[in-house]
């Protein structure tokens, strides 16, 4: 079971961050994504950072202000968000393939295990 939270209201350049718990599972062996679907929009890749935390990937329209990360220890993934924009207003997921890499990230169809989404909303 994945569980994302953190989500809220913040205005404009302000910051967030949101936490992605799992339980259930061998969490240290699983890449995992962040994703994002805003009112109206497809749903799409933010970031994703693979098993050991050694490689992340970021969407160009967060590149910069959004870093992810994760503590196995904790079996949690975090995602700091900065300099939020209006734009950044979305229903937050976090979601695996249940493998070690991001290969998933490009696509969100390709996960298959899903969080329940926190609301990020950005007020300007």
């Known amino acids: 079971q994945l569980q994302a939270y953190g989500g809220g209201l913040v205005q404009a350049g302000g910051s967030l961050r949101l936490s992605c718990t799992a339980s259930?599972?061998?969490?240290?062996?699983?890449?995992i994504g962040w994703f994002r679907q805003a009112p109206g929009k497809e749903r799409e890749g933010v970031s994703c950072?693979?098993?050991?935390?050694?490689?992340?990937s970021y969407a160009d329209s967060v590149k910069g202000r959004f870093t992810i990360s994760r503590d196995n220890a904790k079996n949690t993934v975090y995602l700091q968000m900065n300099s939020l924009k209006p734009e950044d207003t979305a229903v937050y997921y976090c979601?695996?393939?249940?493998?070690?890499?991001?290969?998933?990230?490009?696509?969100?169809?390709?996960?298959?295990?899903w969080g329940q989404g926190t609301l990020v909303t950005v007020s300007s």
């Open positions: 950072i693979i098993s050991n935390g050694g490689s992340t």
């Open positions: 979601a695996t393939q249940r493998g070690f890499a991001c290969s998933f990230y490009s696509d969100w169809r390709r996960a298959n295990y």
């Open positions: 259930g599972f061998t969490f240290d062996d699983y890449a």
